[in-house]
């Protein structure tokens, strides 16, 4: 079966320093990968997602990138934390399975910056 | 583009009881899915359930069944003899057509529901 990995869990940084999150799937190959932020009391906002090796497609301008250095591996980086950085990142994955594709989510990362 | 409207930002509903959440989505695609995923406290997010636009059939899992008006663009989420598992804030989510090599997700803001022993 699939499981999908975040780290880590929880992370508190100060204003100006670096970020580095990872996001790890398992137990599949070639998935659509997708990094989400949760703003406290909103919703889900798309930030990047990756269809293989290499591309990243950014929906939202940010101080935030994204990588995909290997086919299940997905990470999301900062030079410069701001202060809105702060909320809670969700890494999704899934698979193309006709119309029947459906996303998946980890565990998600708690970020304060402060 | 499309939107996505949960208008309910909180429910609440008697252990044992039947709550229905509400979701409204904007659309011009005729062939698309629509999910709801609930986040309990542990705030990892959980497919619930799923219902494609051309199916007609209303989607059930077990307690949960969805209520799919594609003329009024509504998909609302009953859940039945609710259980104190079921408190968590719910999101209502329209996949988007095939572009760029994926499907794109949009989300509601979330209802919270709180169940009440």
């Known amino acids: 079966s699939q499981t999908i990995h975040q780290w880590p869990a929880t992370l508190v940084q100060p204003v100006g320093s670096p970020l580095s999150l990872e996001c790890t799937v398992e137990?599949?190959?070639?998935?659509?990968l997708y990094w989400y932020r949760q703003a406290a009391g909103r919703g889900l906002q798309l930030l990047f997602y990756?269809?293989?090796?290499?591309?990243i497609s950014s929906e939202v301008p940010q101080n935030l990138s994204a990588s995909r250095p290997q086919d299940r591996q997905f990470i999301l980086s900062s030079k410069k934390l701001l202060l809105s950085d702060s909320g809670f990142y969700l890494c999704?994955?899934?698979?193309?399975?006709?119309?029947?594709?459906?996303?998946?989510f980890g565990p998600g990362t708690r970020l304060l910056v402060l | 583009a499309q939107t996505v409207t949960q208008s309910q930002p909180e429910m609440s509903v008697q252990e044992a009881e039947t709550v229905t959440l509400s979701c409204t989505y904007d659309?011009?695609?005729?062939?698309?899915?629509l999910f709801w995923y609930k986040q309990p406290p542990s705030r990892q997010m959980i497919l619930v359930i799923r219902q494609e636009a051309y199916k007609q059939q209303n989607a059930t899992e077990n307690r949960f069944s969805v209520n799919f008006q594609k003329a009024a663009k509504s998909f609302s989420l009953k859940i039945s003899d609710s259980q104190l598992g079921d408190a968590a804030m719910y999101f209502c989510?329209?996949?988007?057509?095939?572009?760029?090599?994926?499907?794109?997700?949009?989300f509601g803001t979330g209802t919270r529901l709180k169940v009440l022993a």
């Open positions: 659309t011009s695609e005729s062939d698309y899915y």
């Open positions: 989510a329209y996949r988007s057509a095939w572009t760029s090599g994926t499907y794109k997700y949009i």
């Open positions: 137990g599949t190959s070639n998935p659509n």
């Open positions: 990756s269809v293989g090796i290499g591309q």
């Open positions: 999704a994955w899934s698979v193309l399975a006709g119309e029947g594709e459906t996303q998946y």
